[in-house]
């Protein structure tokens, strides 16, 4: 059996004549095809250049997990697969949709016998080499067809991914994950902005940032990459303190308003990045730092 990976980056593997993931050959599509070859070349995957030809080197029932941007680049690509498919094909969005854009695309599929499993995916840059976490949604049947994938590309077979619920829970608790996530970075970034500005003290924050890395309360990965960011360069001096959202806690936010739920961190710390456009921060250069850190999103630097 073939799997399709739809604007794959390095998604990891078992290194073989052919990429092999949970005991499937990959077919792999990107929009540019020189990273399709590249990654052929690299890793071994069979090369396609259209959604067309992914489909056709697939055998019935396909499975096709479609890695692009939320909104319009994943519209565009489910709804091309809706018409290249058949009934009993599987079709994977591991992407950060918004859920209730998953719910409708699924009840789409649904009509032509098409099954949506959404996949909240997390681990960014570092996933190939850690496994990646992965909020599973769908039905029964159609996540038991992708758990050898799942379990593959996991830290582990048993650890870090799970059937969390129906189609588009997958895609709602990654938005809560991400929610979570804003607050978590919000608080580091304004307790190392408080110890930075304690100038008579003349803190050395990447020393305090390893200090806690061990045996501290508030220990976590997200720290360790704070330690990572700070040991490169301990004023940040060239990154602009100006943070992107993706979507995540907006809608985050949104639900804990749909649902009466009091959200204020989590509202802060999007807030938080608004003004980051606005205003230099320490603070905030720390937060883009830890994007690039964890993610590999981009940073705007400081012109010399």
């Given amino acids: 059996m073939k799997l399709a990976m739809v ?17 499937h050959e990959v077919v792999g599509f990107n929009l540019h095809s020189d990273v399709t070859d590249q990654l052929a070349a690299e890793f071994g995957l069979i090369p396609a250049y259209s959604l067309a030809e992914v489909v056709e080197n697939l055998e ?14 994943t519209e565009s690509v489910i709804t ?11 079709v994977v969005d591991g992407g950060n949709s918004n859920y209730k854009e998953t719910l409708r695309r699924g009840t789409m599929l649904a009509k032509k016998g ?30 038991a067809t992708l758990t050898p994938i799942l379990k593959t590309l996991a830290p582990s077979a048993d650890k870090g991914w799970g059937h969390v619920g129906p189609s588009g829970a997958g895609h709602f608790v990654k938005m809560v994950h991400n929610g979570i996530e804003y607050g978590l970075m919000q608080a580091y970034a304004e307790g190392f902005e408080i ?39 301990a004023n940040l001096s060239n990154i602009e303190g100006y943070v992107p959202d993706s979507g995540e806690g907006r809608w985050t936010v949104q639900e804990a ?8 961190i989590i509202t802060h710390s999007l807030f938080a990045r608004f003004v980051s456009r606005q205003d230099e921060s320490f603070g905030a250069k720390l937060l883009a ?3 690039n850190q964890f993610g590999g999103h981009a940073v705007v630097k400081v012109d010399n």
């Fill in 80 to 90: 091309e697969l809706s018409k290249l498919l058949s009934e009993g094909d599987l």
């Fill in 257 to 264: 308003i749909d649902l009466d739920i009091p959200a204020p």
């Fill in 7 to 23: 604007g794959l980056g390095k998604m990891g593997g078992n290194m073989a004549r052919r990429l092999i993931v949970g005991g």
């Fill in 114 to 143: 098409i099954r949506l499993v959404d996949v909240g995916t997390s681990g960014g840059v570092w996933g190939l080499k850690e496994g990646y976490s992965m909020m599973v949604g769908g039905s029964e049947t159609a996540v």
């Fill in 60 to 73: 019935a029932p396909r499975v096709v997990w479609v890695m692009v941007p939320a909104g319009k680049p």
């Fill in 195 to 233: 110890m930075k500005a304690k100038e008579d003290f003349g803190l050395d924050l990447h020393q305090i940032s390893e200090i806690w890395r061990s045996g501290s309360v508030v220990r976590s990965w997200l720290l360790d990459l704070t330690a990572n960011a700070l040991s490169e360069d």
């Fill in 289 to 291: 730092a830890m994007r």
